[in-house]
């Protein structure tokens, strides 16, 4: 996992809650919660997006001799789907 990126956005996360709290002097604790965990929000869908594609299940079917999961109930073969389908079809 590169952490390089992952540092980078961290270091303007706090950039930019600095910025907003200069222009909000004011905020009650919950903006400024609310401020934070916005931003937060945005770096873990990052590092949670880099480590799932650094796992192998992520190369089910594609010749990687990676066996796909099995639904725990049923023990089928999960298989990849792609859309194609609408709701309600």
């Not at 952490?3 to 004011?26: C, F, H, V």
């Not at 190369?59 to 725990?72: F, I, K, L, V």
Request: some cysteine; glycine content about 8%.
């Amino acid at each position: 996992m590169d952490e390089q990126p992952l540092q980078k956005m961290s270091t303007q996360i706090l950039i930019d809650i600095k910025e907003w709290r200069g222009a909000n002097p004011r905020a009650t604790y919950v903006e400024i919660e609310d401020q934070v965990h916005k931003r937060m929000m945005q770096l873990e869908a990052q590092l949670i997006q880099e480590a799932a594609q650094e796992s192998p299940s992520r190369e089910w079917g594609r010749g990687s001799g990676t066996d796909a999961a099995q639904c725990p109930k049923c023990a089928v073969r999960l298989t990849r789907f792609w859309g194609g389908l609408k709701r309600g079809s």
